[in-house]
């Protein structure tokens, strides 16, 4: 088996850390910073907290990112770093924000739109400007990958897009700073990484350093999601959830994401389904297919992971799902014929490709239609 590994993002992992951002800016010699980060933050004063404890190293503030970033958001980040002449990017808080900022870091220096590139197939440009992530949620994980996903309403597209110009130079990841996040979040959050460790476990491109960290990563959400879900103020559960986020994202970086990932794409673009939640409404059928259909990587991370077989892991999960309030059907979408056939088809997204049973679009059209 041949296989490689890569990881160049530094990390600084604990409580508190986040007091060390304006050392690590002027350790890498920052001097003009654009902090791109969510409303909330601002209305929170979060956002102007980090600027005032930057030292005055953050000059300029994007606060207008969607919990699906559009090309418009990123642009508009852009232009900002452009208008600021930064030398380097702060991104504050979850997934969405990450995307948004790590593709603007790239495409604000290069002074192209990102549409030039979302689901386009041209090559991305390498020059970027240093990111610092730090991640508000304990679940995308893209503090530490080269993945940044974007969404183009306007030509029904979310998609993701991938350069080694998007890994941050530095995550600092503060698992105080997740304590604040509502219970729904910290579910949805916790079933995507989850989906990061499990799915990359089983992807078609799996080796051993990423496997590790991934039953590492799910063996954490399994023991602590339910924890940090009923006891927002539980330290050890939200480290124990940060630390899983991280490692899932180590894990996933390099085999990628398969089967619920392809399918939450289409389920967060066609009915606003948050990307954690219609990940994990898929997850435990595909864990469920892929046994049924011989593949041993599903049954051994199940029995690696202290369930007797795939079925009673994927059972468990379906408890988890129950217990935090994640949906476990469409009923309540009503959905016509045309809008289940275009979910059909939208599901069959790259990412299936790295499944490690081919799924057929007939298990799709059954699966969706045990939930309609």
Known sequence: MNWNYKQP???RFGAGVIKTLAAEIKAFGGTKGLLVTSRSFVKRGMAEKIVNDSEGLIVAVYGEVSPNPEVSECDACSALIREHEC???VALGGGS???CAKAAATFGLANVPSTEFLATGKAIPQEHLPIIAVPT?????SEITSVSVLSDHQRG????MASDGFYPQLAIVDPQLTHSVPPYITACTGFDVLCHAVESYWSIHHQPVCATLSVHAARLVMQNLLTAFNEPDN?????????ASVVAGLGFALPKTTSSHACSYPLTNL??????EACALTIAEFMRFNAENGDPRTEALAKELGYADAHAFADAIDMLKSQTGMRADLKDLQLTDA???ALVTASQHPNLLNNPVPVPVEFLRKMYGAMR
């Open 9 to 11: 993002v530094e990390i």
């Open 87 to 89: 030398d380097f990017v």
């Open 97 to 99: 924000v990450m995307d």
């Open 137 to 141: 949620t304990a679940g995308t994980g």
């Open 157 to 160: 597209v979310k998609a993701p």
């Open 235 to 243: 330290a050890e559960a939200r480290e124990k959830m940060a630390e």
């Open 271 to 276: 009915f606003g389904i948050p990307h954690g």
């Open 339 to 341: 809008q289940f056939d």
